[in-house]
T-cell receptor
Framework: DSGVTQTPKHLITATGQRVTLRCSPR?????VYWYQQSLDQGLQFLIQ???????AKGNILERFSAQQFPDLHSELNLSSLELGDSALYFC?????????????FGPGTRLTVT | AQTVTQSQPEMSVQEAETVTLSCTYD???????LFWYKQPPSRQMILVIR??????QNATENRFSVNFQKAAKSFSLKISDSQLGDAAMYFC????????????FGTGTRLKVLA
């Protein structure tokens, strides 16, 4: 158990809908990362937050957005969902942004768009 | 931009034997981290081993060791005395030590362990 929690575990929704994925980082971790893993692919970086501020962006679609709240949990919002958005979404956290900090991954949320 | 390549989509190994998974990467930086992650059917990402580029000594963790060839930009994972529980997807990942700390992952190698 990495200490990172993600809810829900599974989500099934229809095209055009909007969903929110939630991530609680490890206690004390300030930095949160979101990754997308499509079927049997590697993880693709979406976005990073550090202490409430957006720190870095990857190939995140405009239909997707995220935020990190004062209690440091983070939410990833996916809207106007398409079939191709079906994937496993991982959240990872680290204590900060030091060179030596590695990321600890949550169990992921599996999103199925039908 | 940095890239990570895993050219073996699938590998098989007999139980108790040794297997090596390959990873190459491309970067213009001299200092970085490299990782191997295991993803079993549960889909949890489990850190297997990490290597700091400025350290010449190859990292080892019990039955897992790496062969880090910095000049060749190669980072292979050797699993000794393979066990059935080693069956999983294995991902190689790269991370910078400055700027954004995102991981860049390869496409993975599926390891099958044969009894």
């Amino acid at each position: 158990d990495s200490g990172v929690t993600q809810t829900p575990k599974h989500l099934i929704t229809a095209t055009g809908q909007r969903v929110t994925l939630r991530c609680s980082p490890r206690s004390g971790d300030l930095s949160v990362y979101w990754y997308q893993q499509s079927l049997d692919q590697g993880l693709q970086f979406l976005i990073q937050y550090y202490n409430g501020e957006e720190r870095a962006k990857g190939n995140i679609l405009e239909r997707f957005s995220a935020q990190q709240f004062p209690d440091l949990h983070s939410e990833l919002n996916l809207s106007s969902l398409e079939l191709g958005d079906s994937a496993l979404y991982f959240c990872a956290s680290s204590p900060g942004v030091s060179r030596s900090y590695e990321q600890y991954f949550g169990p992921g949320t599996r999103l199925t768009v039908t | 931009a940095q890239t990570v390549t895993q050219s073996q989509p699938e590998m098989s190994v007999q139980e108790a034997e040794t297997v090596t998974l390959s990873c190459t990467y491309d970067t213009s930086e001299s200092d970085y981290y490299l990782f191997w992650y295991k993803q079993p059917p549960s889909r949890q990402m489990i850190l297997v081993i990490r290597q700091e580029a400025y350290k010449q000594q190859n990292a080892t963790e019990n039955r897992f060791s790496v062969n880090f060839q910095k000049a060749a930009k190669s980072f292979s994972l050797k699993i000794s005395d393979s066990q059935l529980g080693d069956a999983a997807m294995y991902f190689c990942a790269y991370r910078r030590v400055s700027g954004t700390y995102k991981y860049i992952f390869g496409t993975g190698t599926r390891l099958k362990v044969l009894a």
